[in-house]
């Protein structure tokens, strides 16, 4: 069950935008992973093919795309930080995936994992200070959560249990990461205190995925059963 969020009816509907050519050599680009800076001026996307994706930006209107980082690498998951100065990102690279963080002003990109395994789906902490992501092994055939600060340091497993630990997201008090876990075939909306650790299952459907915060600390999220529902 390695689940990633869903693109929302309002990204869905900016996707033509994403995807329209601004060169030749981008015709059979395609645009992902749309996410709004934290001022709603801009949007950071993957535009490109499955062994060539790069992060590009936006304005808001759909105009003035631009590259913000093009490597031999496959880029996905892009994240803006509360201040809207840094973007974290995961990178493929061979077959390890590691977490980035790139400053949008000056292009400089640092390295934040750098395990042998498979790393994605950052989420910053409300203050910047932090990361928390999802780290796949491929033996275990499942993914767990970990944090660390933002330059890589401090790292540690925020969750141990049996399941398939994926979307981290954190609450807007910085208290707690939501996530779905569960079982492969399964997936419930959980939630972890990062101070203590503390685990707890919200859900108990086992069709629960892509969970969101609210501003006012509720948690949005999908259900294949049918419904839509919020948590408080």
């Known amino acids: 069950m390695h689940v990633k969020p869903i693109i929302c009816t ?19 680009a395609t645009g992902t992973d749309p996410e709004w800076s934290p001022d709603g001026k801009e949007l950071v996307y993957v535009r490109g ?16 795309k631009r590259p913000l980082l093009r490597t031999p690498d496959v880029e996905s998951d892009p994240s803006w930080s ?8 995961s990178a493929r690279r061979g077959n390890e995936r590691h977490v980035f963080v790139i400053q949008v002003t000056t292009r400089t990109v640092t390295q934040v994992t750098h395990s042998a395994l498979y790393d994605y789906e950052p989420d910053w902490s409300p203050d910047g200070s932090r990361l928390v992501f999802s780290r796949y092994d491929s033996d275990e055939d499942r993914s767990q959560l970990f944090l660390s600060n933002a330059d890589g340091s401090q790292e540690r497993q925020v969750v141990v249990d049996d399941g398939d630990d994926v979307g981290p997201r954190w609450s807007p008090d910085g208290r707690f990461v939501a996530f779905v876990g569960g079982p492969d075939d399964e997936g419930y909306i959980e939630l972890v205190e990062v101070a203590t650790y503390a685990h707890t299952r919200l859900t108990h459907g086992g069709e629960e995925y892509s969970a969101a915060w609210t501003a006012d600390g509720r948690i949005l999220y999908a259900n294949d059963a049918g419904e839509d529902e919020t948590s408080g």
Do not use: C, E, Q, V
């Open 10 to 28: 309002l990204a869905s509907a900016l996707a033509a935008a994403i995807a329209a050519p601004t060169a030749a050599a981008h015709d059979f």
């Open 49 to 64: 093919l499955d062994d060539a994706a790069d992060l590009w930006l936006m304005d808001a209107n759909g105009r003035h």
């Open 82 to 89: 509360p201040d809207g100065t840094r973007i974290a990102y």
